[in-house]
């Protein structure tokens, strides 16, 4: 600002006086006699001492002040002696400049006796010239950061939302500028309340103390979230987010139905998924968006599985809010987790309690009624709530100030009912989903973890070497079941972790290729760093020591216990149940640190968690191998429970038995909550793996034998016409195993083309879906002829159409059994079909009734259908019309050239045409095509056959 301006500029009249006045004293005489002189008569001058601070509270007498300042009060001024000097030797005096309790000054001219004598001749004219140049430069400085903040002031309290004063600059106010700022504004309020203003005082002072509350509780989560852990603490070894943060892949859209599958099974499912334009959502856009209205959404669900990224996206999310990065929209962002939650499930509070209870900033502020202001609520983690969230039965509430447990106070706030102006983001895992009703969700998003190159992205940051880095993202490359299960960020972290330790302790020794190598790599890891950190033992060391192996043991008994009740959190009360000492469990926490944590929560409530629900099943079978092979018990048979049997076992333990009952256990889970634990507990039965762990496991002898009948105990399973998800993972099993043999064996008939001569035997069947689904070649367009055109090879083979991109079907006898089995593949949630072609099969009007009803799916995102040539008339078409009605969303282009619609059957197409929530852009029939050039749908007027016009239907 140009300080030769009119220092009233901008200002409100009534406001104008506090600026300053203009009189014939020079500045800096003027500035000095305003500053220290009482009305009136007063004593001779004293020094101002250049030492000190303590002087600093004198200049401002507010109980003195009039709240308008008139010639008479500047006369009155103007008659006093010669100005007193300040003391600059001390800090005392800086409290004095402004006593807002009493107004006076409690200045002693004796404590600066020693200060006070005034320096005569010609040092003392220099001496005064210094002091009033200082002093002239010192009021042009105060006058223009008085206008400058009055300016903001008035900005302020005219806007509709109390944003911090500080957002008006670019650059970042420092603490003590901070300060000033605020200390000014007290000072505003001061003076308008003497001018009786007291509305607009008490406006500035609350929005004074919100702004003085957002920027407090920013500061907070600021240092709460800035800092993490990758995996999970490395004691005393914190990342900056910022530094370490990938961008996640999240697609908008889907529903909040449950899928209880495997989570290993949906990343698998994920990672077939072909390329192709999704609708993704940026995570600095998840509260932007709106259903197509005006309304931004309310409620923001975001699915994923564990370890993803979910709580990284929302801690992200807040630090970016914190540190004015992003989401400045938003007045509060209140971050909250169920495992927090979950300790108050006892107590009552009301919403407002709630937030004060979790935010100290907001209780201190006095702040109530945050209807006022624009604010998130973030819940992350619903799969990990344990108390009941009945949105039907649950009294309904709309006063945030009213008592409740915490459960009512949720299910209001999620259903609009309490704080109807909040804005809602909650994260779950998707087994979790259905917990809430689909109509409190606004938007369904997914976070799928890591695309292909965010996991390289991922490595690189990861690994500064360029040349380590490739050689790392290479050797996942080459592992399918690892290249998968980094699309999960934790495992990531946990691959690159051991990669990094084996690169550099173990040179030109092989990298671990299973997942069985790799866990078992990534606790020998913590081991030695647990020994050598908290032991003071050195690398060379063994691994093992009795206290650590009790207390693997003791995690390993926790994770099987908890496995079987699926529980990834525990509490105390759980920990006691398992026979684990809660002091015991601190100690765990603290020294196997990237296992196995503790978190506190309010009130001190521990929570405890392995990093990663793979961990928790790989010591799961760590314990079920460590405690057969010790006492003989197989904790996966009911003969445990019989003691005699017991005995037996325990004399001569079988460990075919063992690997048997695993298998057929996982393979009776309905929802493969099994599958990773078995891959891990055959992985541990190999000799080379037992070496890993040597100290820690019992050395079982040589045991090929057993290890070949489980391998033809596996194969015969996978003959039995097992699903073809439990198939899939008996086959990762047999890798565990170091078994490829029956892959070798259908990969070398393919490569020679000598497959569709052979008859396959179910297992060679399995094999062959497991081939498929591992080669993304074969998945963006599946010809069913280049195997075999048959339905059998169609209903073995269903698991890669549902996977795949386009799927050409042309003249392959399909019958109602089949049509049946593509309806089931096009209703699939986790179908990825788009493109289908059936043409020239003879459907009739009986077999395409089966495919309309996969086609009336909210599922199905079917985008072309071919029929041509399939004897289809008006019957049939009306079936389509009526599915396509259902579920218009989609499909773009429908062939039903060579059939016999009839004059009802084109009737029924025209109408769908003209209907404005239809996609069809393309339709063919009779040999001709019309396409859609004038709906601006993608058409064009170059698409279209020289055809009779009689055999068009364009959209109008």
């Known amino acids: 600002m140009n300080q030769a301006e009119d220092p009233e500029d901008g200002v409100p009249p009534s406001e104008a006086p506090l600026c300053g006045e203009h009189d014939s004293q020079t500045k800096a005489q003027r500035c000095v006699t305003g500053m220290h002189q009482r009305p009136g008569p007063g004593p001779g001058p004293s020094c101002v001492s250049m030492k000190s601070n303590r002087s600093m509270s004198l200049p401002l007498n507010f109980k003195d002040v009039a709240p308008s300042v008139d010639a008479s009060s500047h006369q009155q001024r103007g008659k006093s002696p010669e100005p007193r000097c300040l003391s600059m030797k001390n800090d005392q005096s800086i409290d004095q400049w402004i006593n807002f309790k009493d107004g006076r000054c409690s200045y002693d001219p004796e404590e600066d006796q020693e200060s006070s004598e005034v320096p005569t001749g010609p040092s003392a004219q220099h001496h005064q010239r210094h002091l009033d140049s200082i002093f002239m430069l010192l009021e042009e400085n105060i006058l223009t950061f008085v206008k400058n903040e009055l300016k903001k002031i008035q900005k302020f309290m005219s806007s509709d939302y109390p944003e911090c004063l500080e957002k008006e600059d670019e650059e970042e106010l420092d603490e003590e500028q901070r300060r000033s700022r605020e200390a000014f504004v007290k000072i505003s309020v001061h003076f308008l309340r003497r001018m009786k203003q007291e509305e607009l005082a008490e406006r500035l002072q609350s929005r004074l103390r919100v702004a003085v509350c957002q920027r407090e509780l920013k500061s907070d989560l600021k240092r709460k979230f800035q800092r993490v852990f990758e995996g999970i603490a490395k004691a005393g070894n914190p990342t900056l987010l910022n530094e370490i943060y990938t961008e996640l892949y999240i697609t908008e859209g889907g529903t909040a139905e449950v899928n209880e599958e495997h989570e290993v099974r949906q990343i698998e499912t994920a990672s077939r998924k072909p390329a192709r334009p999704e609708t993704t959502i940026r995570q600095e856009d998840l509260l932007k968006a709106s259903a197509g209205g005006e309304e931004p959404i309310r409620t923001v669900m975001t699915k994923g599985v564990a370890g993803i990224g979910k709580t990284v996206l929302t801690q992200k999310f807040t630090l970016d809010w914190a540190e004015d990065k992003d989401h400045q929209h938003i007045q509060f962002t209140f971050p909250f987790t169920f495992r927090e939650l979950n300790v108050l499930r006892e107590k009552k509070f009301s919403l407002v309690g709630l937030v004060h209870h979790f935010f100290s900033e907001t209780r201190a502020a006095g702040i109530c009624r945050f209807e006022e202001f624009q604010v998130v609520f973030i819940f992350d983690g619903l799969d990990e709530c344990r108390f009941p969230l009945d949105f039907h039965n649950n009294e309904i509430m709309t006063d945030v100030t009213e008592s409740a447990s915490v459960d009512v106070l949720l299910t209001n706030l999620i259903r609009g009912k309490l704080l109807p102006s909040a804005r809602l983001w909650i994260t779950t895992r998707p087994a979790a989903a259905n917990q809430i009703p689909p109509d409190c969700v606004g938007m369904v998003t997914e976070v799928r973890g890591f695309t292909d190159p965010q996991k390289e992205e991922y490595f690189r940051k990861r690994f500064r070497d360029k040349k380590q880095a490739r050689s790392i993202i290479s050797h996942i490359k080459t592992s399918r079941s690892l290249h998968i299960m980094c699309h999960i960020p934790v495992f990531c972290w946990i691959t690159a972790t051991v990669l990094e330790e084996v690169l550099k302790t173990r040179e030109g020794e092989e990298l671990p290729k299973t997942l069985t190598e790799m866990y078992i790599h990534f606790l020998v890891v913590q081991s030695k760093v647990k020994k050598v950190k908290y032991d003071g033992g050195a690398e060379t060391d063994p691994h093992w020591s009795l206290k650590s192996r009790k207390m693997i043991e003791s995690l390993g008994k926790l994770a099987f216990d908890q496995l079987q009740k699926g529980n990834l959190i525990f509490y105390e009360s759980d920990l006691t149940e398992c026979g684990i000492d809660i002091r015991a469990a601190s100690v765990y926490s603290g020294i196997f640190t990237q296992i196995f944590r503790e978190e506190r929560g309010l009130y001190q409530d521990k929570v405890f968690c392995f990093i990663h629900l793979s961990v928790q099943e790989f010591l799961a079978a760590l314990h079920v191998h460590l405690t057969f092979f010790s006492s003989g018990v197989n904790l996966l048979s009911e003969e445990q429970t019989t003691s005699l049997w017991s005995k037996v076992f325990r004399d ?186 059936l043409s020239n099969n003879n459907l009739k009007d009986s077999r395409v009734r089966w495919l309309a009803a996969g086609l009336e799916s909210p599922h199905c995102e079917l985008e072309a259908l071919r029929l041509s040539g399939c004897l289809i008339t008006e019957e049939g078409c009306a079936s389509l019309v009526s599915a396509l009605s259902s579920n218009p969303s989609h499909l773009r282009e429908l062939d039903l050239s060579y059939n016999h619609p009839g004059d009802s059957g084109v009737k029924l197409l025209s109408a769908g045409l003209e209907d404005p929530h239809w996609r069809l852009e393309t339709l063919r029939y009779e040999g001709t095509a019309a396409t859609d050039h004038q709906s601006g749908r993608g058409g064009r007027a170059g698409n279209l056959f020289s055809v009779p016009l009689s055999a068009w239907l364009i959209r109008p």
């Open 652 to 837: 001569k333990p079988k460990p075919k038995r063992l690997y048997q009952s695993a298998v057929d256990e996982a393979l009776q889970s309905h929802n493969g909550h099994l599958d990773l634990f078995l891959r891990f507990l055959l992985g541990l039965s190999l000799e080379t793996n037992q070496t890993l762990l040597r100290g820690l496991l019992i050395q079982t002898e040589s045991r090929s034998q057993t290890n070949q009948e489980t391998v033809q105990y596996i194969k015969k399973k996978i003959s039995e016409d097992v699903s073809p998800e439990k198939s899939i993972n008996l086959f990762h099993c047999l890798n565990e195993l170091n078994d490829v043999s029956l892959v070798e064996e259908i990969q070398q008939s393919l490569r020679s083309g000598r497959l569709s001569k052979k008859k396959l035997s179910p297992a060679q069947w399995s094999a062959l879906v497991f081939i498929l689904l591992s080669s993304e070649e074969d998945l963006e367009v599946f010809d069913l002829r280049k195997y075999f055109a048959s339905e059998e090879a169609l209903l073995r083979l269903l698991p890669v159409v549902k996977a795949s991109n386009k799927v050409l079907l042309s003249g392959c006898n399909l019958s109602e059994r089949s049509c049946d089995a593509l309806s089931s593949v096009l209703s699939s949630q986790s179908s990825s079909l788009r493109e289908l072609d």
